[in-house]
């Protein structure tokens, strides 16, 4: 059984992914799709309500995104977001003009008349603007449902024709009730019962799994971050022993980490797990590697190198299966003046493999292709793996790789794993673990003069690196409690070997990245 679909029809804002999110919240499944998919296209997948996301450009510059006013006659309630607002006013003889004076931030809207999309919702409230152009003159047929301050038009409708319009963005949460305005626009408006729930997603899955594969085998990569153990414990429940992941451990990984995978895999799971211990392999491969470039691609290489093989040597009959997860597949519709063409797609697939030519397997299986980052952690959760995978933070492929500045040994590993393995460990008992995005120690390759009793030491000096961050393009460096850092200072040169003297981090990205290489 299909779920009922709402479509976020997106027209380059950088909200579009956070609008689908928010409407699955709200329990109501929801893919985006770009703004110029054919109309036949979109009534073909039957979507119950279609919400315009905003976007950078003015609705008169020449390559701005539009949309036929088709759309608005094939009868599925419609609602604009800011430029999604502002195409429904001028697709429909409406006018759009500059602003008078541009609203950004927090700005108090009043309700005029009443709406659906208002219900239960204080006549005043604080939503989230952003915007240089204005619905100047309404389309026929509407009315005004919210004004602001320096703004007529803050929201309009035409109920008869469920077509609702507001130019602020109920997405964010800074807009106070925006969960509730888009709540009431699915299921006051376009009536969605609410059939989106991760309980029925894994049973339905599973479901779907079984039914594919048969009695067939899948093999699936497994790296141990978020998405490929959720996809393991999926494809496990599904079809057990059929089931073979392949995890390859080139000992870069963070102390005891390999061994946690194999332990909650081979324990908790029903299925076939084939770890490869290649660490040696690895530091051949790396002896003398020094610029962090060649070392990266040194350890990619070798990693699929050693995957492939091992996959070669499995069989290749039955299906390949991957993590990959929704943000991976999205084509952005970034139609717009600054650049792009009004045809260019972007395409992001971090997840996805690349299979040598010799590798045919019968088909590719991504159970999470439909879901998103924290989508995937619930299904995680309900499938009980543990906290420490479903809610790991970002990691490297290249591993601790990246955080040994200079040649990589079995020595400087090992110090690190020590050093790191400290860190978390006084994070975890300080409380502030949630508000850190990401932390973790660096070996700088640096060794320093130090005293202990009464010997004179040249050990290594290791660095600490905690961040704050919503989308790792922009990151500030944590604020850690003073007494939290001596304690970490203290553990490290006290417990850790080889290790003398430590210092904290304090950039910012920019211009520093999160990782040192
Ligand atoms: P940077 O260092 O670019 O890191 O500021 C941003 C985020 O990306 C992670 N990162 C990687 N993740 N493969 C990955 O899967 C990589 O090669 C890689 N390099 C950096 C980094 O940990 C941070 O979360």
Redesign the pocket.
């Known amino acids: 059984m299909k779920n009922q679909l709402c479509i976020v029809l997106d027209f380059g804002g950088q909200y579009n992914q956070l609008i689908a999110r928010r409407v699955r919240e709200c329990g109501v499944y929801c893919e985006i799709k770009r703004f110029d998919t054919p109309i036949e296209e979109i009534k073909a997948l039957n979507p119950m309500g279609i919400i315009f996301t905003g976007g950078p450009n003015s609705v008169y510059d020449e390559n701005s995104p539009h949309i036929s006013a088709e759309i608005f006659e094939i009868g599925v309630p419609i609602l604009g977001l800011c430029y999604g607002c502002q195409i429904v006013a001028y697709t429909l003889g409406g006018k759009v003009e500059p602003c008078i004076k541009s609203e950004f931030g927090k700005i108090e809207i009043t309700q005029q008349n009443e709406s659906p999309l208002f219900k239960d919702i204080p006549e005043k409230n604080i939503v989230w603007m952003s915007h240089n152009d204005y619905v100047s003159k309404l389309p026929d047929g509407f009315h005004v449902t919210a004004i602001s301050a320096d703004c007529p038009c803050a929201g309009f409708e035409n109920p008869d024709r469920k077509l609702y319009a507001l130019q602020f963005h109920p997405e964010v949460t800074h807009s106070e009730y925006g969960k509730n305005i888009l709540r009431n626009f699915l299921y006051e408006v376009c009536e969605f019962s609410g059939d989106w729930v991760m309980d029925d997603f894994i049973e339905t899955t599973v479901k779907q799994l079984r039914e594919k594969i048969g009695n067939k085998k899948v093999i699936l990569g497994l790296s141990g ?1 978020v998405d490929s153990s959720v996809a393991a414990g999926l494809l496990s429940r599904a079809v057990g022993k059929q089931l073979t992941c392949v995890f390859v451990d080139q000992g870069l990984m963070r102390k005891d980490e390999g061994d946690f995978v194999e332990e909650t895999f081979t324990k908790l799971f029903d299925m076939n797990f084939v770890r490869i211990n290649c660490q040696k392999q690895f530091l051949e491969k790396l002896k003398g590697v020094t610029d962090p470039e060649r070392k ?1 691609k040194t350890i ?1 290489t070798e990693f699929y190198n050693v995957f492939w093989n091992k996959i070669r040597e499995q069989g290749t009959d039955g299906f390949f299966a991957q993590g990959t997860i929704y943000p991976d597949r999205i084509e952005s519709g970034k139609g717009n003046s600054a650049g792009h063409g009004s045809t260019a797609v972007i395409k992001t697939h ?1 997840n996805m493999v690349e299979m040598p030519e010799d590798i045919k397997f019968d088909g590719v299986i991504e159970p999470l292709g439909d879901l998103f980052k924290d989508e995937v952690r619930q299904v995680g959760e309900k499938l009980g793996i543990p906290y420490e995978l479903v809610w790991r ?6 591993g601790l790789g ?1 955080r040994i500045i200079g040649e990589i040994t079995e020595e400087k590993i090992k110090v690190l794993q020590e050093a790191d393995a400290v860190f978390r460990d006084e994070i975890a008992k300080s409380g502030i673990e949630n508000q850190l ?2 932390f ?1 120690a660096v070996l700088p390759d640096v060794k320093t003069v130090g005293v202990m009793g009464d010997h004179r030491t040249y050990d290594h000096l290791i660095a600490i690196r905690a ?1 704050t ?1 919503d989308d ?2 922009t ?1 500030d460096w944590a604020r850690i409690p003073y007494d939290v850092l001596a304690r970490v200072s203290n553990r490290i040169c006290n417990e850790v070997e080889h290790v003398n003297r430590v210092v904290y981090d304090i950039t910012s ?1 920019p211009p ?6």
């Open positions: 971050g990266r990619g971090h933070q970002p990691f490297p492929g290249p990246v995005k990401q973790f961040i961050t790792f393009m990151a990205k520093g990245t999160v990782e040192w290489e």
